[in-house]
């Protein structure tokens, strides 16, 4: 097949006829396209008054080494980069015993790739099925009752589940289409595969991750929910743990835990087990209208459905040296509580797939490392984030409410007394507040400049009215399992590896789960027959 990039089509053409766009641009006939697929599909809203769609087209044409000796701008044979093993054709060892520790994107796609290879595995994960899961994060949002086990951090599908299920990744990784093509057939729109910063959405993720645990268990695996590991010891003949107060030894475990299991990260490192802190980011979730982040960014054509909601990605370098970025932006939805401890508060963001609620959030946050610390221990990180984060629970009254205010008000350093067009979505109920006293000086001064910044990137972004709620401290997990990069396993727990967001080896939904399938695949290739 040809691949045709650059592909440009008007919104307002409702119907796009490709063949005849193809034969034009490749000097054919229409009767010699004999099939066309998007390969990917991109927005260029450069021109407000004249917005494209941009398509990546795979083309099927009669006459192909013909074309190709043209040299068409934009057209190149395809270069096929599947990910073909097929583990199914493998004959593999039934006699090793295998745990999964974690049933997040890497833990899931983890015990995916094993089972689709036919090797049965054991599946620990600390939280709930997903649909009890939702009855609890709702207790949680109407009642102020925290479940410690199971949250919007811990449970089926891990704390993707309940972000908006975006798909955004920076890696090639082959595994990367197999992974949409797993998600597509759980019940993932089939668009997820070409379409630019793809997402599912929280209300169809829960679905999808419903699907691919019934796929998992269909082909011989073991799923146990509400089951917390609490202890994990290297052993010669393999790995102890200890889960409900029984103890059982396997020959390998994936340790797929997430970025807020600080308590099994504290539990490993009293064992000994080798780990290091790392820098992070931590910050607040920004509010707008949509319908202002619409026009800023599509203009008069704000109004146009087939847009969908606007996003956007900002960044800024600030002149005491850290970086001020946004992160895990929601477009048309909610800011959510996201405690997964007693007496702390933290708060996310998330979006349903029609992306239809008022509001936009997103993340707002600076870089911090050991100097913000104050320590180089390991687990250094881990006491700032809860620092914060107790900070936060006190600021918003000692009852899960979060606490807000006005980006004017941040900037003049003075207590929110009133809200302005931009109303909060928190769920649980909010308290007026002046979040300058949750962080340094230093990291004030990068928020200052950072908004400042943003706000002439995009017009109305740090308005008197947008809303900051406190506190986003669990972007990513603030330590590393480190591992050896060939064998994957722990520096110093034999047959213990690491794996994904909490370990320090992921970043997101995609990665955290190629990382999972990287991880099965290593132990797949020690126990062929």
């Not at 917005?51 to 043209?70: C, D, P």
């Not at 974690?102 to 036919?118: R, V, Y």
């Not at 401890?341 to 963001?349: A, S």
């Not at 390991?378 to 009852?399: C, H, M, S, T, V």
Request: net charge positive.
């Amino acid at each position: 097949m040809l691949l045709v990039s650059q592909v440009k089509v008007r919104i307002s053409v409702v119907n796009v006829d490709f063949v005849t766009i193809l034969a034009k641009k490749l000097n054919t006939s229409k009767d010699n396209i004999l099939d066309v697929r998007i390969d990917k599909r991109s927005i260029d809203a450069r021109r407000k008054d004249d917005i494209f769609f941009v398509y990546n087209l795979l083309v099927k044409v009669k006459g192909e080494k013909a074309i190709l000796t043209k040299r068409i701008p934009n057209v190149v044979k395809n270069v096929v980069k599947e990910y073909i093993t097929d583990h199914s054709k493998i004959e593999y060892r039934q006699d090793k015993k295998i745990a999964i520790i974690g049933f997040g994107p890497a833990g899931m796609f983890s015990a995916l790739t094993f089972a689709e290879a036919g090797v049965k595995v054991t599946v620990f994960e600390r939280g709930e099925a997903v649909d009890e899961r939702v009855k609890t994060i709702k207790k949680f949002n109407t009642q102020r009752i925290l479940n410690t086990e199971s949250n919007i951090q811990f449970g089926e599908g891990g704390a993707g589940t309940f972000s908006d299920g975006k798909l955004y990744a920076r890696t090639k990784d082959v595994r990367g289409k197999w992974l949409f093509k797993q998600l597509v057939e759980a019940g993932a729109p089939e668009e997820i595969q070409y379409v630019h910063n793809p997402h599912i959405g929280t209300d169809k993720l829960v679905k999808v991750v419903k699907n691919i645990r019934k796929k998992i268990i269909s082909l011989g695996s073991t799923i146990h929910f509400n089951s917390k590991v609490t202890n994990v010891l290297p052993k010669e003949s393999g790995i102890e743990l200890s889960v409900n107060g029984k103890k059982e030894i396997f020959d390998f475990a994936i340790l797929a835990i997430g970025h807020s299991s600080r308590d099994t990260i504290e539990m490993l490192y009293k064992n000994s087990c080798d780990i290091v802190q790392k820098p992070f980011a931590v910050g607040f979730r920004v509010e707008h209208k949509q319908s202002m982040i619409n026009k800023v960014q599509f203009g008069q054509s704000a109004s146009n459905d087939v847009l969908g909601a606007a996003e956007y990605k900002l960044t800024y370098q600030s002149t005491n040296s850290r970086g001020v970025y946004t992160f895990c932006m929601c477009p048309g939805g909610l800011v959510v509580p996201a405690a997964s401890e007693e007496g702390l508060l933290v708060v996310n963001g998330m979006s349903e797939y029609k992306r239809d609620k008022i509001n936009s959030n997103s993340a707002v946050l600076v870089t911090v490392n050991e100097n913000d610390f104050g320590s180089d221990h390991p687990l250094a990180g881990i006491k700032f984030q809860r620092d914060l984060e107790k900070k936060a629970f006190n600021l918003g009254g000692n009852d899960y409410n979060a606490p807000v205010q006005t980006v004017a008000d941040y900037l003049n350093n003075k207590t929110t007394t009133k809200l302005g067009n931009v109303l909060p979505s928190y769920a649980i109920g909010v308290k007026l507040a002046n979040l300058r006293t949750l962080f340094s000086d230093d990291i004030n001064k990068a928020f200052i400049e950072g908004l400042t910044n943003m706000g002439r990137k995009i017009k109305g972004f740090d308005s008197a009215d947008a809303l900051l709620t406190g506190v986003e401290s669990r972007s990513s997990s603030p330590v590393r399992i480190l591992r050896n990069k060939e064998s994957l396993e722990s520096n110093n727990f034999r047959h213990l590896y690491p794996t994904g967001e909490g370990a320090g080896y992921a970043g997101g939904i995609v990665s955290a789960a190629i990382d999972g399938i990287k991880v099965s695949e290593k132990i797949l290739s020690t126990i062929v027959k």
